[in-house]
């Protein structure tokens, strides 16, 4: 099969796009012939060697869209020809591929309204953005929350989400997606490169930051006492407050079938759409990466893979 993978860790250049071994189904597995794939913020983070896997060549990409081609044993809900999308485990990478084999207790069906590229345009940062504002955060109507990053992949689900949940949304975004945010249904809108968002948010019942480093750190400012705070971009662990009346919280993201059948109901309802999308060929995948590494663009970066 075609695949995005690497031999070494390095920049952009060290993507190799060729064959690599047909994966085959283990007890509990299917193979999925991807039809579609994302970009994800850790996937550059991956090459780079963030992650300290070991073993080479390493394939890429963590969530997928595809149409199930064969069944391990004791897998008895999908058959060959199901549409399925869903995130691979952590510590499994692979899914910038023509084929991957997943766990399929963690794979849900796609429902056919909704496409195979928005499909994986949804996995990932659908399932971190239910982790964080539902599972972790627990945002409940008439909150204020601060979304950081609101033109991100996350993000851009987060807003609907919180939205959808009836809290009211505050994002930081520069001044070109501004419009984007606002479709998105955020309420207010700080351009980062204008003004301090310290300066003008406060009060606010919880944050989610998809930024990380400094952003990160200086969030809990805008925190009323008792406020709770997410963050999926400072690493495995929550950031240390400043001060002692709010709460810093890491959400796990733990893959599971019910997450991803969230997502789908959540479209299927009209609660969510699936963000902007830049389209490109696997065999793009550097072009991918250094969009993806520089952290300003809109949206989802996805590979149409077949
Ligand atoms: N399981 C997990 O824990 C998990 C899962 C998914 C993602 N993540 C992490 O979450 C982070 C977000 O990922 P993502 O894919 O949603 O987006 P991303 O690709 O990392 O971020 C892109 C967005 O960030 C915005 N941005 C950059 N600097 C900013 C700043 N200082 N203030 C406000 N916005 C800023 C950019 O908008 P502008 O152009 O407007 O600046 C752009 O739209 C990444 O670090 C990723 O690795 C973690």
């Not at 429902?111 to 627990?138: N, R």
């Not at 919180?162 to 070109?176: D, F």
């Not at 969009?291 to 996805?302: A, P």
């Amino acid at each position: 099969m075609k695949a995005a993978f690497i031999e070494k860790f390095g920049g952009p250049e060290v993507l190799q796009y060729g064959d690599l071994p047909d994966p085959v189904a283990a007890p509990g597995e299917v193979v999925v012939d991807v039809v579609a794939a994302s970009v994800n913020g850790a996937d550059w983070k991956v090459r780079a060697g963030q992650y300290k896997q070991t073993t080479f060549p390493l394939g890429l990409g963590r969530d997928f869209s595809g149409v199930v081609a064969a069944g391990g044993d004791g897998v008895a809900d999908f058959k060959p020809g199901d549409a399925a999308f869903g995130v691979l485990e952590p510590g499994q990478e692979g899914a910038n591929a023509e084929k991957v084999a997943v766990k399929a207790a963690i794979v849900a069906k796609k429902p056919d309204g909704l496409s195979h590229v928005d499909a994986a345009a949804l996995a990932l940062t659908g399932l971190t953005a239910m982790s964080a504002i539902e599972d972790t955060l627990k945002l409940r109507p008439g909150e204020a929350i601060l979304i950081q990053g609101g033109a991100g992949g996350v993000a851009s689900f987060a807003i609907q989400l919180a939205k959808h949940i009836g809290a009211r949304v505050i994002t930081t975004a520069s001044a070109a997606n501004h419009d984007y945010v606002r479709s998105l249904g955020a309420d207010e809108i700080i351009d980062y490169n204008a003004k301090d968002f310290t300066k003008v948010v406060s009060g606010c019942d919880a944050v989610f930051d998809t930024v990380g480093g400094e952003v990160a750190q200086r969030s809990f400012a805008v925190l009323k006492p008792g406020g709770r705070a997410a963050f999926i971009a400072s690493g495995p662990q929550a950031p240390k407050p400043d001060r002692s009346d709010v709460t810093s919280l890491r959400p796990a993201v733990g893959r599971t079938r019910r997450h991803m059948e969230r997502i789908a109901h959540l479209y299927q309802a009209g609660a969510i759409r699936p963000p902007e999308i830049k389209l490109y060929r696997l065999s793009e995948v550097a072009d991918a990466h250094r969009l993806s590494e520089s952290r300003h663009f809109r949206g989802k970066l996805v590979f149409r893979v077949r």
